[in-house]
T-cell receptor, first 115, second 109 residues
Framework: GAGVSQSPSNKVTEKGKDVELRCDPISGHTALYWYRQSLGQGLEFLIYFQGNSAPDKSGLPSDRFSAERTGGSVSTLTIQRTQQEDSAVYLC?????????????FGPGTRLTVL | GIQVEQSPPDLILQEGANSTLRCNFSDSVNNLQWFHQNPWGQLINLFYIPSGTKQNGRLSATTVATERYSLLYISSSQTTDSGVYFCAVEPYNTDKLIFGTGTRLQVFP
């Protein structure tokens, strides 16, 4: 079956603009995660969804970052008033149950460049 | 928070050689996964291995949970094995993976 998909694959934006990144998890997976990978910080967790609820938002770096998930499926990560330090690859992952007993599968990522 | 350390940070091999990558973690974990990040940035699942030993072709992994480490073995390496290998752990009572800093592997013909 299809894996995790993300769009766009690349996004270049100007400082101060808002951006939306999309993730389509594997069908039937109840858990969805956002991570980001940057040169200085490595791979870091941002937010976790179980269904449409986000019980763990602890990794969101500032209140400019938000995310939602609808219908227990698609998720959107929104970054408002982008800054240059937001430049990174944003990765989405999904897992069947999200209780630590199963594998997280990652999408190809969205490379965000803030000029 | 939990610390995840990987060694070595860099590894250069000739095709056909074997290698062992190590992941140490500082607390008990619910989940441990090994990933290969290919040159295009895709994270590919290798193993879900919170404990025990698993094998998949030329790759195998062992996690000794009581001693808080995991090993990834690559045998008869190929140029396509090049990339960065990440270990990631999920501590108890959390729902997130904590990644190590990775081992960058380069395999030359």
């Amino acid at each position: 079956g299809a894996g995790v998909s993300q769009s766009p694959s690349n996004k270049v934006t100007e400082k101060g603009k808002d951006v939306e990144l999309r993730c389509d998890p594997i069908s039937g997976h109840t858990a969805l995660y956002w991570y980001r990978q940057s040169l200085g910080q490595g791979l870091e967790f941002l937010i976790y969804f179980q269904g449409n609820s986000a019980p763990d938002k602890s990794g969101l770096p500032s209140d400019r970052f938000s995310a939602e998930r609808t219908g227990g499926s698609v998720s959107t990560l929104t970054i408002q008033r982008t800054q240059q330090e937001d430049s990174a690859v944003y990765l989405c992952a999904s897992s069947l149950q999200g209780d630590g007993t199963d594998t997280q599968y990652f999408g190809p990522g969205t490379r965000l460049t803030v000029l | 928070g939990i610390q995840v350390e990987q060694s070595p940070p860099d590894l250069i091999l000739q095709e056909g050689a074997n290698s062992t990558l190590r992941c140490n973690f500082s607390d008990s974990v619910n989940n441990l996964q090994w990933f290969h990040q290919n040159p295009w940035g895709q994270l590919i699942n290798l193993f879900y291995i919170p404990s025990g030993t698993k094998q998949n072709g030329r790759l195998s992994a062992t996690t000794v949970a009581t001693e808080r480490y995991s090993l990834l073995y690559i045998s008869s390496s190929q140029t396509t094995d090049s990339g960065v290998y990440f270990c990631a752990v999920e501590p108890y009572n959390t729902d997130k993976l904590i990644f190590g800093t990775g081992t960058r592997l380069q395999v030359f013909p």
